[in-house]
């Protein structure tokens, strides 16, 4: 339904251990964090670990194994959460296609809800060394 805006645009940034993109819920009302069942992220094709990524609403990152336990703390229909990925090192300047899974429970529907995205995005190199 919304899934072409889950990847927010010229929001991939570098951090000192990996990567962080902007994203937003594939669904058209807010959900609780425990019920993401995943968020499944690749780089130019290639998976990420689920151990690897952090997700923060704007209340502190959680990793996808946390979220599971968390009840008081939603994810609002068009709001933007930072979804981090821990690599070795920053992330070069370049040209990536990023890729986003999301894996949904819907209390009404008998079947997980999938959001899916993929985006070329462009990391500006760092001029401030």
Same mark, same amino acid.
């Given at each position: =339904?919304? +899934?072409?805006?889950? !990847?927010?645009? &010229?929001?991939?940034?570098?951090?000192? /251990?990996?990567?962080? *993109? #902007?994203?937003?819920?594939?669904?058209?009302?807010?959900?609780?964090?425990? =019920?993401? +069942?995943?968020?499944? !992220?690749?780089? &130019?094709?290639?998976?990420?670990?689920? /151990?690897?990524?952090? *997700? #923060?609403?704007?209340?502190?990152?959680?990793?996808?194994?946390?979220?599971?336990?968390?009840?008081?703390?939603?994810?609002?229909?068009?709001?933007?959460?930072?979804?981090?990925?821990?690599?070795?090192?920053?992330?070069?300047?370049?040209?990536?296609?990023?890729?986003?899974?999301?894996?949904?429970?819907?209390?009404?529907?008998?079947?997980?809800?999938?959001?899916?995205?993929?985006?070329?995005?462009?990391?500006?190199?760092?001029?401030?060394?």
């Amino acid at each position: =339904m919304f +899934d072409k805006y889950i !990847i927010v645009e &010229d929001s991939l940034r570098s951090t000192a /251990d990996g990567f962080a *993109f #902007d994203a937003k819920l594939g669904y058209y009302r807010g959900l609780g964090l425990s =019920m993401i +069942d995943d968020l499944a !992220i690749s780089v &130019d094709g290639e998976p990420v670990p689920r /151990d690897d990524v952090r *997700f #923060d609403e704007g209340k502190g990152p959680l990793s996808l194994a946390e979220m599971e336990h968390v009840f008081d703390r939603r994810w609002p229909f068009g709001a933007k959460a930072t979804i981090s990925v821990k690599r070795e090192g920053p992330m070069p300047a370049g040209t990536y296609h990023l890729g986003l899974k999301e894996v949904l429970r819907i209390s009404y529907l008998p079947f997980p809800l999938l959001a899916e995205d993929s985006k070329s995005l462009t990391l500006a190199p760092d001029l401030s060394t």
